[in-house]
Nanobody, 121 residues
Framework: QVPLVESGGGLVQAVGSLRLSCAAS????????RGWFRQAPGKEREFVAA????????YYADSVKGRFTVSRDNAKNMVYLHMNSLKPEDTAVYYC??????????????WGKGTLVTVST
């Protein structure tokens, strides 16, 4: 069973919207705060957003604040990233991982395949 599976990426025009999904299996990822990360071509992977286990608090990278919203449905073991007002610089492969709430670092070394978001001008 793959611990984390990201989906929902695609090609979208600038100022458009997308919703990414992250499905978790097993108790490890399901019971932790979860974060979204992204890696643009030729760049290091960076933190995007995170949400507490309960879903009642979250935080964001400055570059996406006000445009992206993270949510989760623990009954389905799902975490979502709602992306609005997309910009070409949001183009990247997006990944989810567990986080220690408050941190911008991933908690584990596990990375799924990610989901590619391409924003055109």
């Amino acid at each position: 069973q793959v611990p984390l599976v990201e989906s929902g990426g695609g090609l979208v025009q600038a100022v458009g919207s997308l919703r990414l999904s992250c499905a978790a299996s097993g108790r490890t990822f399901s019971s932790l705060a979860r974060g979204w990360f992204r890696q643009a071509p030729g760049k290091e992977r960076e933190f995007v957003a995170a949400i507490s286990w309960s879903g009642d608090s979250d935080y964001y990278a400055d570059s996406v604040k006000g445009r992206f919203t993270v949510s989760r449905d623990n009954a389905k073991n799902m975490v979502y990233l709602h992306m609005n007002s997309l910009k070409p610089e949001d183009t990247a492969v997006y990944y989810c991982n567990a986080v220690q709430y408050g941190s911008t670092d991933p908690l584990t070394d596990y990375w799924g395949k990610g989901t590619l978001v391409t924003v055109s001008t």
